[in-house]
């Protein structure tokens, strides 16, 4: 998918990955709709990079469908659409510190459930579009994590969420292989954003001795990088990529 004049949504635009993603898009050519929970946020993202903003919460099925029609409408066809949106954070089952189960609903609820409604809305709008180059007509770009498949003491909602977004995408890539429309999914390690920022200082100092090379964390201009390498590869579909300098996470005991 050529970038250049293309229409593309991101969600979780306001910070972190989403941000640098909807940034090098538009740097790169694309009309960028802004989707995300924080509506001033969003708002100076999109401002900064001459994108939409719209702001919506995508735990919720009606404000999302609204906030789809919004952001095609901006774009035109939006044939590129990457889900960034999500919620990270440690949320135990049982014991003193357990969250409610409404907690761990939504996690599931935004995370997975939301990443699943926005693909729908923006592949069936895609259908009544022109397939381009190849039979081409659209690339859906989802997120996962590396606690998908090595689960943390705490993580079991966002470990669902990231599993189903995981285990989906092939699933996803066969039934619009047909539409020309292709579903991937990136697995990152641990990034510097706000969300690793909020976990505990003792998970973090882990990072240098559980990632191989480079043992650091990502940073979100190396995310962005990667979701514009699978626009561009056409051949790229129904992979789950991890993007991680080969981090695995270990079994924790210190955290709640
Ligand atoms: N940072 C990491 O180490 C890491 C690792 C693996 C996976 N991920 C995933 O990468 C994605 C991006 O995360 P990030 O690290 O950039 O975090 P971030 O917190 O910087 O950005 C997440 C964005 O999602 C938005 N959001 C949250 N709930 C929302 C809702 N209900 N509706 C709309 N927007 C909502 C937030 O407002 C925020 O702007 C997430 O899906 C996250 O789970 C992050």
């Known amino acids: 998918m050529r970038i250049s004049g293309t229409g593309a949504i991101v969600t979780g635009a306001a910070s972190g990955m989403g941000r640098a993603t909807a940034t090098h898009l538009a740097r790169a050519g694309a009309r960028v709709a802004l989707l995300d929970i924080n509506a001033a946020g969003v708002r100076e993202v999109a401002a900064a990079i001459g994108g939409t903003p719209v702001p919506c919460d995508l735990g919720d099925s009606a404000a999302t469908a609204a906030a789809m029609e919004q952001a095609i409408a901006a774009v035109g066809p939006a044939r590129i659409v990457i889900s960034c949106a999500g919620i990270g ?48 007509r659209g690339v859906m770009i989802m997120v996962a994590s590396g606690a998908a498949f090595d689960g943390p003491i705490a993580g079991a909602a966002y470990t669902a969420s990231k599993g189903g977004i995981a285990s989906m995408t092939l699933s996803l890539a066969r039934e ?81």
Not at 112 to 129: D, E, I, K, W
């Open 89 to 136: 954070r440690l949320e135990p089952v049982v014991g003193p510190a357990a969250v409610p189960f409404e907690q761990l609903a939504q996690t599931i609820r935004v995370n997975l459930t939301g990443t699943l409604h926005v693909l729908q809305l923006a592949a069936s709008a895609l259908l009544g579009q022109p397939a381009l180059e190849d039979g081409e």
């Open 176 to 256: 619009l292989g047909d539409a020309g429309i292709r579903v991937n999914t990136i697995s990152p390690g641990a990034f510097d954003t706000a969300m690793v920022r909020g976990l505990p200082a003792e998970m973090l100092a882990t990072v240098p001795s559980i990632t191989p090379f480079p043992k650091r964390m990502g940073v979100p201009e190396e995310f962005a990088a990667l979701a514009r390498h699978i626009c561009e590869n056409r051949f790229l579909n129904g992979a789950v990529i991890r993007l991680d300098g080969a981090q695995r996470m270990p079994y924790f005991s210190a955290v709640p």
